[in-house]
């Protein structure tokens, strides 16, 4: 079982839609982030939030926004995404973004058609 | 940064054997950290080393980290099948894309 609750697990969609994932814990951990995670491949990290602050973007196609509510909910917003851009999404979080071990989400296996 | 280095990538073991998996940095690392994910499954931490030479065991499992603080290894005695997944090694202080290891996928045959 994960402390941390990734919805939905799956989630297939066209191009020109909308949708969002969503991540909470209630570890009281303060740095929450975003991977995305393609086949036999390692995660890679999309974005940090520290202390419900933006402070890390790698790069991220703004296709992808992320949204820190709080600091137990972290969404990830889905707009125009491209076939490629199917993957394993996952969040995890830590108690702070300094050095600590991560907790992560089963992920959401998502699919552009 | 640079990513840190993982070898073997795919590891095939006999139940019951003992291996090895490395992971290398060209740079000092400040701390290393382990994680395991099951086929399907997400990552889990399994360990975080900081202290030069410092070794851990977690039953099975062996972790060590160089005295140099360049890299880390995983020793995984008489394996067993609850032990398949890929084992990545993770930088913390390498955000993105250099961050976790490629891994080494375990495959345990009876």
């Known amino acids: 079982d994960t402390e941390v609750t990734q919805t939905p697990k799956h989630l297939v969609m066209g191009m020109t839609n909308k949708k969002s994932l969503k991540c909470e814990q209630h570890?009281?951990?303060?740095?929450m982030y975003w991977y995305k995670q393609k086949a036999k491949k390692p995660p890679e990290l999309m974005f940090v939030?520290?202390?419900?602050?933006?402070?890390i973007n790698e790069s991220v196609p703004s296709r992808f926004s992320p949204e820190c509510p709080n600091s137990s909910l972290l969404n990830l917003h889905l707009h125009a995404l491209q076939p490629e851009d199917s993957a394993l999404y996952l969040c995890?979080?830590?108690?702070?973004?300094?050095?600590?071990?991560?907790?992560f989400g089963d992920g959401t296996r998502l699919s552009i058609l | 940064g640079q990513q840190v280095m993982q070898i073997p990538q795919y590891q095939h073991v006999q139940e019951g054997e003992d291996f090895t998996t490395y992971c290398n940095s060209s740079?000092?690392?400040?701390?290393i950290q382990w994680y395991k994910q099951r086929p399907g499954g997400h990552p889990v931490f399994l360990i975080q080393l900081v202290k030069s030479g410092e070794v851990k065991k977690q039953k099975r499992l062996t972790f060590q980290f160089g005295e140099a603080k360049k890299n880390s290894s995983l020793h995984i005695t008489a394996t067993q099948t609850t032990d398949v997944g890929t084992y990545f090694c993770e930088d913390p202080d390498s955000w993105g894309k250099l961050q976790f290891g490629a891994g080494t996928q375990v495959v345990v045959t009876p």
């Open positions: 740079t000092t690392l400040s701390n």
């Open positions: 570890m009281g951990h303060r740095a």
């Open positions: 995890a979080s830590s108690r702070t973004s300094s050095n600590q071990p991560q907790h």
């Open positions: 939030y520290s202390y419900e602050k933006l402070s």
